[in-house]
């Protein structure tokens, strides 16, 4: 820990400290002038094949109105030309309300709250311009990070973060004597931390401002997502949320959502070509051709993140359809994809070529109509072929064994999704056409 205390609080909080009470330091607009540094990290975690993907040009960020701050930025307006001179103001006009002030933990928190705080953290908190590897705590020598980075400083703490292989996002403080605690509920909106910790440490009342996020965002394909429910393995990869897959869409203060899409890549003709006794013409290939000839051209997977001031981010939950809250009644439903094979990557499809003719509305959730595929559905057709014949009978055990039960089942579900980007599909996890899954 020596290293720790003598390098991290005097060589950077010190320095940190020291700026923050400085008039001239505008804390919001030093950490947005270092983020395009940040950027330059080469820190690399799992998943790093998401760093090849293609994104679509999306359209602009669309907030919901109840999201706006409840504090109405300053705007300068445009010069104008008067046939009259500007009175002067009078002694007497009504004085400016007193700034808003937001103070303690509130899981009721409006978005214009969330908005606020971000823009005006009163806890205290630093963010270094790019994390600093490190020693790992002495209480967590032994927690399986592969590596530990020093990415701020509060009061006489310095601020941890743990990465590796399925290593989930862990704040940690730990102060100049050596004391650890978890900042184990990071968000104001986040109710005060109970029970026990992701790394066993005590856990701290402390919350950071900064890290406020608004409940609702919607994205320029019209999903919305809450982006407090985040996932919590720490992603980043090198150069960050960067390249040609990824488009950053919104930012709340400090923080970054980014969307990245890309056209699946991979034939499931070509799973079958690897084998001794490929067969161009066997049931199985050629139900896998039917899939590849609806799928590989208009599916696009999309993924969200959120990029934490400090650096690391995490995926934002997504749920299209709102199906999640089936999942009790044994009904889990899928992006088309399965990109994540069952686990934790969280995903949406579209399919951009989409006939509405070939949906029909059989209820909804969440305000979200589904709609079911027709019989005349192609989508649906080459979805059924190809998971009756190669899924393991997993079709079977859920009771369909017709493309008629498919229909009836629900297997397949879909809804519009903003104008130009198509329809949300999902499929069911008995349908799903990843092998090995």
Not at 87 to 106: C, F, L, M, W
Not at 197 to 221: C, I, K, Q
Not at 411 to 423: F, K
Request: glycine fraction near 8%; aromatic fraction near 10%.
């Amino acid at each position: 820990m020596n290293e720790l205390r003598d390098i991290l609080h005097q060589r950077h909080h010190d320095m940190a400290a020291s700026l923050r009470h400085a008039p001239e330091f505008d804390e919001t607009a030093a950490v947005r002038s270092v983020r395009s540094h940040r950027r330059g990290r080469a820190i690399v975690m799992g998943s790093s094949s998401l760093a090849t993907v293609t994104v679509l040009a999306a359209g602009a960020w669309l907030l919901l109105t109840h999201g706006q701050p409840d504090v109405a930025p300053a705007i300068t307006p445009s010069p104008s030309v008067s046939a009259s001179p500007t009175p002067e103001a009078s002694a007497s006009e009504t004085a400016s309300p007193e700034p808003v002030s937001y103070e303690g933990r509130n899981p009721g928190m409006s978005d214009g709250e969330a908005y606020y705080r971000a823009e005006h953290p009163a806890t205290g908190e630093v963010w270094l311009p790019e994390p600093v590897e490190v020693e790992a705590p002495d209480a967590l020598s032994e927690y399986g990070a592969e590596r530990w980075w020093h990415v701020g400083d509060r009061d006489d703490a310095a601020i941890l973060v743990p990465t590796g292989f399925y290593v989930e996002l862990a704040i940690v403080e730990v102060a100049y004597d050596g004391t650890a605690t978890e900042v184990a509920a990071p968000l104001p909106s986040d109710p005060a931390p109970s029970g026990s910790t992701r790394t066993g440490l005590p856990a701290s009342e402390v919350y950071y401002d900064s890290m406020a996020l608004p409940a609702t965002f919607t994205g320029p394909d019209g999903l919305t997502m809450n982006p407090r429910e985040s996932g919590r393995l720490v992603l980043s990869f090198n150069g960050g949320f960067e390249g040609p897959g990824y488009e950053q869409v919104a930012s709340v203060g400090a923080s970054e959502v980014v969307r990245s899409g890309s056209k699946w890549d991979w034939s499931y003709e070509s799973y079958f070509t690897q084998f001794d006794d490929y067969d161009p013409e066997s049931p199985d290939v050629v139900a896998a051709r039917a899939v590849d000839s609806v799928v590989l051209d208009r599916i696009e997977s999309v993924n969200y993140f959120l990029e934490h001031p400090f650096g690391f981010g995490v995926e934002i939950s997504l749920d299209p359809l709102a199906t999640d809250g089936l999942r009790n009644d044994d009904r889990h439903y899928l992006d088309l994809m399965d990109r994540a094979c069952g686990g934790v990557y969280e995903y949406g499809a579209l399919d951009t070529q989409a006939d509405p003719a070939d949906w029909t509305e059989v209820g909804g959730s969440n305000g979200i109509p589904w709609y079911a595929p027709t019989v005349d559905n192609d989508l649906a057709h080459a979805f059924y072929d190809f998971a009756a014949t190669n899924t393991l009978g997993w079709l079977a055990d859920a009771g369909v064994r017709s493309f008629e039960d498919y229909l009836e089942q629900r297997m397949m579900l879909g809804t519009p999704a903003a104008d130009g980007y198509g329809w949300w599909v999902t499929v069911r996890s008995e349908g799903s056409i990843r092998q090995g899954c």
